[in-house]
């Protein structure tokens, strides 16, 4: 089975702008962003989706989330708010067959989305 795109930058293969990283979780610049921040963190440990994450993978997920409040703050967000979007499935709008999470702000976002 070939490795995900995030396996590969985890692996050092492809190039990133890292933002954080610890030992189990990884925090990258979309390359594509969708607000004028715009920031990826998934588990290192690939989970395909999270409606395949098990209960095992119960602290990897909780870790994941509170990393990226850490993130959030880090790069200037927690006063202004920010918006945490994690896709799951072809519907959801995922493009990546492994568990991330989006941190966007950095300007009003609305709601419902698009």
């Known amino acids: 089975?070939?490795?995900?795109?995030?396996?590969k930058i985890v692996a050092r293969e492809i190039p990133a702008a890292?933002?954080?990283?610890?030992?189990?979780?990884?925090?990258?610049?979309?390359?594509?962003?969708?607000?004028?921040?715009?920031i990826l963190i998934f588990p290192k440990q690939p989970v395909p989706r999270?409606?395949?994450?098990?209960?095992?993978?119960?602290?990897l997920l909780g870790h994941l989330l509170l990393k990226a409040a850490v993130v959030a703050d880090q790069v200037g967000l927690k006063q202004g708010g920010y918006r945490l979007v994690i896709n799951n499935g072809a519907d959801g709008g995922?493009?990546?067959?492994?568990?991330?999470?989006?941190?966007?702000?950095g300007r009003h976002l609305a709601w419902p989305p698009g």
């Not at 979780?25 to 607000?35: N, S």
Request: hydrophobic residues 40%; charged residues 25%; proline residues 6%.
């Open 1 to 7: 089975m070939s490795k995900t795109l995030f396996e």
């Open 18 to 38: 890292i933002v954080y990283e610890d030992d189990l979780v990884l925090a990258i610049r979309d390359i594509q962003p969708q607000a004028p921040v715009h």
């Open 50 to 59: 999270i409606a395949e994450a098990t209960a095992d993978d119960h602290k």
């Open 94 to 105: 995922e493009t990546v067959p492994h568990l991330h999470c989006h941190i966007l702000g």
